[in-house]
């Protein structure tokens, strides 16, 4: 099964069925074995790819982990103009060895309450979002993987799972945020090209069968 792609971003494969552990494996070794700091590994991919969802399988297959989401990050943030927040606030004191703790500049002006939060002495952090291995932030990041998903799949989803959580007003006005973001997203990704970056692809959008627990995954260029 072939994947609609927007233009510029090459199709990826020969796709291959592996276990998660396998990923997660490659994964670990591309990013080496930091001493006195977790490793830190961005999954990017388009909006409703599955960034979330693989995040959150990787981070089952090491303990212990946590996930940091751009979207808290870029919450009330002009379209990704948050790399910022994020290199400054996480990354680098992820990167000392340091834990975090961190209420975005946002949170406080919209009375958004808690903070992100991730302790020191963890094995891994993912970091995972649209622009989540953007190219400024190359040196703060260990490995990075690029979620290719089928353009009008990802769409789709994102539409149906913002109009059942209620995030962006009623129906009509979520196609309308979804028709604007994507035209944000496509822009910044055309330029940011992340999938060159990718040290390995992992399907969003299935392209090959698989069985419970496996992911489809191919080569990425480094």
Same mark, same amino acid.
């Given at each position: 099964?072939?994947?609609?792609?927007?233009?510029?971003?090459?199709?990826?494969?020969?796709?291959?069925?592996?276990?998660?552990?396998?990923?997660?494996?490659?994964?670990?070794?591309?990013?080496?074995?930091?001493?006195?700091?977790?490793?830190?590994?961005?999954?990017?991919?388009?909006?409703?790819?599955?960034?979330?969802?693989?995040?959150?399988?990787?981070?089952? +297959?090491?303990?212990?982990?946590?996930?940091?989401?751009?979207?808290?990050?870029?919450?009330?943030?002009?379209?990704?103009?948050?790399?910022?927040?994020?290199?400054?606030?996480?990354?680098?004191?992820?990167?000392?060895?340091?834990?975090?703790?961190?209420?975005?500049?946002?949170?406080?002006?919209?009375?958004?309450?808690?903070?992100?939060?991730?302790?020191?002495?963890?094995?891994?952090?993912?970091?995972?979002?649209?622009?989540?291995? +953007?190219?400024?932030?190359?040196?703060?990041?260990? $490995?990075?993987?690029?979620?290719?998903?089928?353009?009008?799949?990802?769409?789709?989803?994102?539409?149906?799972?913002?109009?059942?959580?209620?995030?962006?007003?009623?129906?009509?006005?979520?196609?309308?945020?979804?028709?604007?973001?994507? $035209?944000?997203?496509?822009?910044?990704? +055309?330029? +940011?090209?992340?999938?060159?970056?990718?040290?390995?692809?992992?399907?969003?959008?299935?392209?090959?069968?698989?069985?419970?627990?496996?992911?489809?995954?191919?080569?990425?260029?480094?």
């Amino acid at each position: 099964m072939s994947m609609t792609l927007p233009v510029g971003e090459p199709a990826a494969g020969p796709w291959r069925a592996v276990p998660e552990g396998v990923l997660i494996a490659l994964l670990l070794q591309a990013a080496g074995a930091p001493t006195g700091r977790p490793r830190v590994v961005a999954v990017d991919g388009r909006g409703a790819s599955g960034k979330s969802t693989l995040a959150e399988r990787l981070c089952r +297959q090491v303990s212990p982990s946590a996930i940091v989401h751009t979207d808290d990050i870029a919450w009330h943030e002009p379209y990704f103009a948050w790399g910022h927040l994020l290199a400054d606030h996480v990354l680098r004191p992820l990167r000392r060895g340091e834990g975090v703790s961190f209420r975005p500049p946002a949170w406080a002006q919209h009375a958004r309450d808690g903070t992100i939060e991730v302790p020191a002495g963890l094995d891994l952090v993912v970091v995972e979002g649209v622009g989540a291995s +953007q190219r400024e932030l190359g040196d703060l990041i260990d $490995a990075t993987v690029w979620v290719q998903s089928d353009l009008a799949v990802a769409e789709e989803r994102g539409i149906a799972r913002d109009i059942s959580q209620g995030v962006n007003g009623d129906a009509e006005e979520t196609v309308a945020f979804w028709h604007e973001w994507m $035209a944000q997203e496509l822009r910044f990704l +055309q330029a +940011q090209r992340p999938w060159e970056r990718a040290c390995v692809v992992v399907a969003g959008t299935t392209p090959i069968p698989l069985l419970d627990g496996q992911v489809a995954i191919a080569p990425g260029p480094l």
